[in-house]
């Protein structure tokens, strides 16, 4: 594409994940060629809104060189993250991943572009990991988060300081 053009066109795509509405849009070249993507997490925290912004930047390096997007939507459809949701329109979002390579797929079905069929097989490895959310209130178990996972990372390392959830792993705080 050489340097980038002031204006390109492009299609935006709203989809609903377990971290909030993600913005998905994909810019094309006059040949109709797709060479940008950005991913954007409404009111999500720093860290989400950092790995969208990433996973953009990343999947817009790939489609400069010439990498097939299909090959890009095989490596991201399917992963799993630690906030899972269902949609209407588009079944099981599993990650942010996920999510990119669902409206990856949507604009390949606006432009034509032919997706395979993709058997759905759910194993022990694959299946949607359970998730519980973190307590706003105090329980007496333990530190009271036996069992209940990280909302950024899937962790389990949950810790309870100064009126706030934390996770030792990630960083992540429900106050923060």
Known sequence: MGERPDVLRGYTIKINT???HLYCTIN??????????FAVVGKSGQSTHAKAEALGRLISLLFKNN???LN??????GIVGAN???????????????????CIAKYMKIKNIELPEIEEK??????????L??????????????GKRCPECGSHNLKHEGGCVGCL?????KCG
């Open 28 to 37: 094309e070249t006059d040949d109709g060629k797709p060479c940008e993507l």
């Open 133 to 146: 959310p973190v307590s706003d209130g105090d329980t007496k178990l333990g530190n009271g988060f036996e």
């Open 67 to 69: 990498v097939p997007i």
């Open 18 to 20: 377990g971290y909030g």
């Open 169 to 173: 792993d990630c960083n992540w705080e």
């Open 72 to 77: 890009i939507h095989k490596q991201l459809d």
């Open 84 to 102: 899972p949701t269902i949609t209407k329109s588009y079944g099981s979002v599993r990650s942010l991943p996920d999510a990119i390579a669902k």
């Open 122 to 131: 759910v194993t022990e490895n694959k299946s949607v990991p359970e998730v």
